[in-house]
């Protein structure tokens, strides 16, 4: 099995039943027709855009940063990018799936529009939903008056699929299982929550130190505490240590690195005491997270390929 990990873009779907080339900011389809056209994706991968997934028929399960969720009728899937996802779907599974870039939908937004959306909000935000019949007709007619505008290409098509998507994210944001707790964290802690959560993820392998985040957001260690705990019920210190260990996670399964220098790419001199953080946090021991995903690997598809 290769181990080097695929991130797409848009670009590297096409519609090959209609000879079609899709914009590199935005896609759309059946997704009976994405699954069966694009058979690369059965394999994990990430990608740099946001992709929105309602499930109307079929079954399976869908295996989003090491969390398996399942896939069946209603089930909806809100991805972020940099996030690494598999499937493993019936063959008569269907439903609506697009992507789009974040510079495509703040076109007609503030910057801060998507955060301010609870499943967008944090890397604590759950990527999946499960919707009853109405609320699933509700979001699959959001869907069908998107895939008309793209079809169609009228004047100024772009704005209403824009308009569609703030609309569909509306009622998710309704919808949202976590909607009670994140409507809370709107304003001033949203925002800085974000800020440190975007801090993170640019400096962690870099800066360890709290205080050099606190320092970059002119805030005091204190209330950095203090925000943290308040949104998401965690020190930044433990929001520091999550993302250590999903890039670990990640840099474990999907590439040919030694458990040493996986410490060492993550800024660890000594590797005994990553494999004891690692070990603290999951329960395993890196070589033994490894061979347990290697395995479910393998008889995933061993069981594809009989």
Partial sequence: MSKSLPVFNISNFDDYNNCMKFESNFYIRKFSEHVRENLFIEKPHGHNFYLILLITQGYGSHTIDFLEYEVNVGSMFIISPGQIHQ??????????????TKDFFLHDFNTDRLTNFPFFNSTFSSPYVKLN????EQIELKYKLIY???QNRSLKYQDMIRMYLN????DLSRIYPEKEAQGKLYGYDLLQLHRYEALVDKYFKMHRPISCYSKKMNIT???LNYLCKKTVGKKPSEIMTDRIILEAKRLIIHSDLSI????????YKDNSYFIRLFKRITNQTPEQFRNEQYNRYEKYWLYRDA
């Fill in 133 to 136: 019949n109405s609320e699933s």
């Fill in 260 to 267: 040493a220098s996986i410490a060492e790419e993550l800024n």
């Fill in 167 to 170: 609309a569909m994210f509306i």
């Fill in 87 to 100: 499937w493993n779907v019936s063959q008569d599974v269907d439903g609506f799936i697009l992507f789009f």
């Fill in 148 to 150: 008309k505008e793209y």
């Fill in 221 to 223: 260690d204190r209330q």
